[in-house]
């Protein structure tokens, strides 16, 4: 919060900063911080600030988060969380 995210008044792991145009949101989760942003810049500029706070790993894009895959397209402008359809067991 010194940063200046504000943290999420319906769940208190997700935090966000904006100014104008540009966002970024933070969710904690245990140990890991997932980050995303519509600015580069500012993405690095808080990855500096985290690394200058505490220890940290950066494992650049994330592709698996807490048991969910994580599927981008950038050509196409895709996320998406893909799900197995686990209704139909044998």
């Known amino acids: 919060m010194s940063y200046g995210f504000v943290e999420n008044t319906v769940d208190r792991c997700i935090y ?5 145009s540009k966002f970024i949101i933070l ?5 890991d911080i997932l980050l995303a942003t ?3 810049l500012l993405l690095h500029d808080i990855k500096k600030f985290l690394s200058n706070k505490f220890e940290m790993k ?3 894009e994330a592709s698996y988060l807490i048991g969910i895959n994580i599927f981008r397209e950038r050509s196409q402008g895709v996320i998406g969380l893909p799900q ?3 209704s139909k067991r044998c």
Request: hydrophobic share 30%; proline share 0%; aromatic share 6%.
């Open 84 to 86: 197995r359809d686990t």
């Open 38 to 40: 519509n600015d580069i």
């Open 27 to 31: 969710v904690l989760y245990v140990d």
């Open 58 to 60: 950066d494992t650049n």
């Open 16 to 20: 966000m900063k904006a100014s104008g």
